[in-house]
């Protein structure tokens, strides 16, 4: 019941917020969020959906993944390389969405990023097979199961519940990219002047809803729930400069649920350099 309630103000707040973006002109101020100039990692150069793709349910790479003992995989590398070319670019695209905390290096960190949410293809074709709209509503209503999925307890809930929210993230973009050739991950939510006839198109709200949606669905238990609210956090919807600390807790938790991530913290070195010290500090007192 706790979880349910707590789900529930968490969408509660988050339909207040968009009911105020919809009906309130933003004031723009300067941000301390990272430049969106190339924010993915730089070792990853795919730019496609997670959900391209499909894989069949009982692929070589999807029985890699599930193994109740993976024990030859040791390096992210390595478990692509048991992948075919469209299974590679899922996980690389949501690698790059999630700041790259996706990469391991030892067998030991496969075993806990399978504790901490990561998914399989199986997790990730399933969110593809339906709208963000779909999906949002069985995982809304799936709350009070937490962390079992009901509708299919095969399925890692909260791995689907984080890939869902970065494929909505992902929608939302392509929607304003429409508009801002330009956006990127990172840059702040365009004010409502910046649009066309100072409004924002339907499509965009729609988008938006979808978003709260979502969100709603996250409990916060695993590393990956954290990645993927921090990414959320960082469309800066508000343009509070509030949401760099934002990003960093969730990017933290992440951190120490994972039992130290490199490429979370080269993450926050290289586009967040002025907030390294807020990063260590928010990483040592978890």
Not at 216 to 231: C, V, W
Request: proline content about 5%; charged content about 15%.
């Amino acid at each position: 019941m706790k979880k349910i309630i707590s789900s529930f103000l968490v969408l509660t707040c988050a339909g207040v917020a968009l009911f105020y973006f919809n009906n309130n002109e933003q004031v723009e101020v300067k941000t301390e969020s990272a430049s969106a100039i190339n924010l993915a990692p730089t070792s990853l150069k795919t730019n496609t959906n997670v959900s391209q793709q499909s894989t069949p349910k009982d692929s070589k790479s999807d029985m890699l993944v599930n193994s109740a003992a993976p024990d030859a995989i040791s390096s992210f590398a390595q478990l692509l390389d048991g992948m075919a070319p469209h299974e590679q670019e899922k996980y690389l695209t949501l690698n790059r969405q999630l700041f790259g905390a996706l990469e391991f290096s030892d067998h030991k960190s496969y075993q806990v990023l399978l504790e901490q949410g990561f998914p399989s293809l199986t997790d990730i074709d399933y969110v593809a097979r339906y709208t963000r709209q779909e999906m949002g509503n069985m995982l809304f209503n799936n709350l009070g199961s937490y962390p079992n999925y009901t509708k299919d307890p095969s399925l890692n809930l909260p791995a689907i519940s984080a890939v869902n929210l970065i494929e909505t993230i992902a929608e939302l973009e392509t929607t304003i990219k429409y508009y801002f050739p330009n956006y990127q991950q990172g840059t702040p939510f365009p004010i409502t002047s910046e649009w066309p006839n100072g409004k924002r198109p339907a499509q965009v709200m729609e988008a938006l809803m979808q978003i709260i949606g979502s969100t709603s669905a996250l409990m916060n238990n695993t590393a990956i729930e954290h990645l993927a609210q921090a990414r959320y956090a960082q469309l800066s919807l508000s343009r509070d400069n509030g949401n760099v600390v934002t990003v960093l807790s969730n990017l933290a938790i992440a951190d120490k649920k994972l039992g130290g991530n490199n490429s979370l913290t080269d993450y926050v070195k290289q586009h967040y350099p002025e907030h390294i010290e807020t990063y260590a500090n928010l990483r040592n007192d978890l």
